[in-house]
């Protein structure tokens, strides 16, 4: 095997090795974006319950001002 075959492999490895590298980084990035996101749902569904909370309230206190 000739030196140029060594070359051109070594650069096919340095390429392989540099698109895991960018596949981990884009990984860990995708993984706190999920995180994120999660974390923004929780929030988002808390707020929801309790506004449902409060209109229920509301609508309580003005059947009860209806009745009287």
Known sequence: ?????FIALEQKI???LARCEQ???ENQ????SGL???QEKARLLQVNDQTRVQVEKMIQ???TLEQS
């Open 1 to 5: 095997m000739t030196d140029h075959y």
């Open 14 to 16: 340095d390429r392989l």
């Open 23 to 25: 596949l981990e980084l």
């Open 29 to 32: 990035q995708l993984r706190a």
């Open 36 to 38: 994120q996101t999660r």
């Open 61 to 63: 206190r003005l059947k």
